[in-house]
């Protein structure tokens, strides 16, 4: 090759090359910020990027995601926003509850904001009202500290010989005092004895299963709680050690091999999210994007997993679950 020749091609090939990277860098970016782990998060970031995808976005095409994971330690939320919003930001998704939105609405007034969370957003600081929200943020509220006491309704109905039954709550989350009076109403109203228990590490899971045992409480309802999310499989695999039935949130639990779950689909939320992140790239406001409700719920048993708690469905259940799975 001459050498006339060879300037010309690394001429070329450098004029090509930052025109490459100015794409990359041109298109919008979304900070994904989450309290669960990435691992916990896997099908609900893909059902995330599904809904993106509904409304003309894709990764790499036309949009850029950058990812932050709090691993269910909520303190380092804060710190986590503070870092994104640095970013040249199109637009912030929270997910994993309030401790995530509240981190990043703190971190920006500015950046619309998207959130997923189980809790109030009004009574948490994050829009003005569920309709018009007013700021700049918006997305999808389970409300789910309301379901205590279904929770309590269901499992005393599948375990009716416990006459007490444990409730486990993170003390750190927003929501949780509202869920507590939620299941103890449940439990009052069924004459059942209701105990509290409080985890919010890792180390604190198995003292409090202990702790189940202790009280001969003959059932759990787990709150709805990110942290949990993250330490699914082992509370999965310790209900099944100490043999305690139990309840949780999502079908992700029994579908991972826990007893069973009442609420709203999260897979759903997060395309949902997926879908509202897209608009705002589209140029819609939060302030004018209401916050979005489930208007149904599910109710997911693990037939496999009752059978080895030697536990009886009852019809009754049988007709109104959405899934039993075996």
């Known amino acids: 090759m001459r050498r006339r020749d060879f300037i010309t091609l690394l001429g070329g090939a450098a004029a090509v090359w930052p025109l490459a990277v100015w794409g990359q860098h041109s298109l919008p970016l979304i900070g994904f910020m989450s309290s669960r782990s990435s691992q916990d998060s896997d099908p609900h970031r893909a059902i995330f990027l599904r809904g993106l995808s509904e409304t003309g976005y894709v990764p790499g095409q036309n949009v850029r995601i950058e990812y932050r994971w709090a691993d269910g330690h909520y303190e380092r939320l804060m710190e986590i926003a503070a870092d994104l919003v640095k970013l040249p930001l199109a637009v912030v998704v929270a997910a994993g509850g309030v401790p995530s939105a509240v981190a990043a609405k703190s971190a920006t007034a500015a950046i619309p904001i998207v959130f997923l969370i189980g809790e109030d957003p009004v009574r948490a600081g994050l829009t003005a009202s569920l309709n018009r929200p007013g700021t700049n943020a918006t997305g999808i509220s389970f409300l789910t500290a309301e379901l205590g006491g279904k929770r309590v309704n269901l499992i005393a109905e599948l375990v009716p010989n416990a006459a007490t039954i444990a409730l486990l709550v993170n003390p750190k989350m927003a929501e949780t005092d509202a869920h507590i009076q939620s299941a103890r109403k449940g439990a009052d109203a069924l004459g059942r004895r209701l105990i509290v228990l409080h985890a919010s590490t890792p180390g604190e899971l198995t003292p409090n299963f202990d702790s189940i045992v202790k009280e001969r409480a003959g ?108």
């Not at 048993?301 to 059978?307: D, E, F, L, S, V």
């Open 219 to 326: 059932a759990l309802v787990v709150q709805n709680d990110p942290f949990f999310d993250s330490q699914r499989d082992r509370l999965i695999a310790l209900a099944a050690q100490y043999s305690i039935p139990a309840i949780f949130h999502i079908r992700e639990y029994p579908a991972a091999g826990g007893l069973m779950s009442y609420g709203a689909s999260l897979l759903d939320a997060y395309r949902q999210v997926g879908v509202m992140t897209g608009r705002v790239l589209k140029g819609e406001h939060p302030q004018n994007i209401p916050v979005l409700q489930p208007t149904q719920f599910e109710l997911v048993i693990n037939g496999k997993t009752a059978r080895s708690l030697h536990l009886i469905i009852p019809a009754q259940m049988l007709a109104i679950a959405d899934e039993v799975i075996e």
